[in-house]
C-alpha cells in the first residue's frame, strides 16, 4: 500500500545542547536549534558559527533556524515590570531557588549564601559533561554584573537560566527588534512570565508592535511548521526511489 507523502518532508528536526558536540550535532542535522544566549554578542556569534558549520556541511547558510529562549516580564512601566518580577519571584521559595541554582553551577547548596557572589571556583559540573548551555548563560550573568546569589536569582526570574527581558511593551519590541534585525536570533523560544496572563500581555501588547515594524506576521503562509519557519521541504531518498520506479 502507499503511505501519504508528508508535506513536511520529515518533522522539522530541533535540537538543543551548547557543547562542542552539541553543535556539531546541531550543525549536521537540526534545522531548529533552541539556546540560552544571555547577550547580543554572544548570540550573534554563535549563530554566525552554527550556521557556518552547517554550511560546512553542505546544507546552505540558511538550514538553521536559531532561537534564543526569552522570559517577558511586562508592565506598563518599567517600574511597575520590575516590581512584578521581585513579587513573584518572592513567591518562589529561596531554598528552592537556591538548591535550583546550585544545581545548574554543579554545587552543593552549601556552598551559597544568598547575600553573597558566586564561589570563584566554578567549572562544568561533571569533568565538562555537564549542562554546559545553562552553567555558561547563569555564570556569565554572575561574573558580568557582579551579582550576589540573591540578586543572580532575581535577574534569572526565579534561576531558569533563560534570558529575562523585564519592561514596558515597547522595551521588549525594541529588543527583539535589535536580536532579530542583527543577526542574533531568528525567532524566539517565548517563555512569559505566567500563564495565561503574561501571554495575554504580550499578544495584546508586543505582537502589535513588531507587526508595525514589519517583523511578525499578520496571517500564516504555509500550513505546516516547516513552511512557519521557511524551511525548505528536504529531498527525500526514499521518494525519490518510489517515483523512479513508478515512472520505469
Known sequence: FNLPRSA??????????????????????????????????????YARELKSR????????DAIRVLPGLTTIIGATETEALRRRDELVDLIPWTYSLTRLAGI?????????????????????????????????????????????RQLIRALAGGGGHRVVVGTPEQIADDIEHWFKGGAADGFNLMPDVLPGGLQDFADGVVPLLRQRGIFRTDYE???LREHFRLQRPFSRHLHRREAAETA
Do not use: C, M
Open 222 to 224: 504555509g500550513r505546516t
Open 105 to 149: 553551577l554543579g554545587i552543593s547548596v552549601e556552598r551559597l549564601k544568598l547575600d553573597e557572589r558566586l564561589p570563584d571556583d566554578l567549572s562544568l559540573p561533571g569533568g565538562g559533561n555537564g549542562n554546559h548551555t545553562f552553567f555558561h548563560a547563569t555564570l556569565a550573568q554572575a561574573r558580568t554584573h557582579g551579582y550576589t546569589a
Open 54 to 61: 552547517a554550511a560546512a556541511w553542505g546544507r546552505g547558510n
Open 8 to 45: 513536511q518532508g520529515h518533522p522539522v528536526l530541533i535540537q538543543a545542547g551548547g557543547s562542542a558536540d552539541g553543535r556539531e550535532l546541531a550543525a549536521r542535522h537540526a534545522e531548529a536549534v533552541f539556546s540560552a544566549s544571555q547577550s547580543f554578542d554572544e548570540a550573534g556569534a
